[in-house]
């Protein structure tokens, strides 16, 4: 039993961070220097620090909880905000890299006309979704119903329905884009849209689906 024990403990926090899956030059209207901020200080800050919670919990004091203030509430916050902050990033920066071009014969797309009514209502509930949120607007497949949505929050773990899974998710925290927009937000996201490689979406859709 102690072996076991040891053994879990030793698969705690060992995430590790993804290189940029596409040259940091490649995008339009985002540029190399506003990505490997990105990328190397904020997205990899949320790797590091999640890591370090896990590590923390393996020995905290369990019996010293309590909801107004305690090192496990605290770390148990924590968690989530950093895993959901390394998932978000990690599926934002992968899921760009193409040309925006998102061809009606793709099955994701084909789900979002049936879902929102039409491409460009999706688009335009999106875009607004990005400009109205301090963190994040994300369109899930919400698996409780087998239903596309755009979910958005203020920050990395909270906003979205238990259940859903992310397929683009649009980071609008400043980081995201002041080096290149400044308080121009609709600009970036926009630019955002540009970069969306539409094969991948469908991709990690086909994925999803299997979860309904
Ligand atoms: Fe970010």
């Given amino acids: 039993m102690g072996g076991e024990f040891i053994m879990a403990k030793a698969y ?3 995430h590790t961070i993804k290189e940029m899956p596409y040259a940091s030059d490649k995008l339009k ?10 990328h190397d200080i904020h997205y990899a800050g949320y790797v590091k620090k999640r890591n370090e919670v896990e590590t923390a919990l ?5 019996n010293a909880a309590n909801a107004n203030y305690s090192l496990i509430g605290e770390l148990k916050r924590r968690e989530t905000f950093n895993a959901s902050g390394q998932v978000l990033h990690e599926i934002y920066f992968d899921v760009m890299g193409g ?16 879902d929102f009514g039409s491409f460009e209502r999706w688009q335009e509930e999106f875009i607004a979704s990005g400009i109205s949120t301090f963190g994040w607007a994300v ?9 596309l949505r755009n979910y958005s929050g203020d920050t990395h773990n909270q906003g979205c329905v238990w259940g859903s899974i992310p397929l683009i998710p649009l980071d609008v925290f400043e980081h995201a ?7 121009n937000r609709k600009a970036y996201i926009e630019a955002f849209l540009k ?8 991709e990690r859709y086909k994925k999803a689906i299997k979860a309904c």
């Fill in 177 to 183: 884009y002041y080096t290149d927009q400044g308080p």
């Fill in 58 to 62: 393996q020995t905290v004091d369990m």
């Fill in 29 to 38: 209207g985002i540029s190399k220097q506003q990505l490997t901020y990105h």
């Fill in 99 to 114: 040309d925006g071009n998102a061809d009606q014969k793709l099955e994701v797309v084909k789900k979002i006309t049936q």
């Fill in 139 to 147: 369109l899930c497949l919400d698996t409780n119903d087998n239903t």
């Fill in 195 to 202: 970069n969306i490689d539409w094969k991948k979406v469908n």
């Fill in 12 to 14: 705690a926090a060992q």
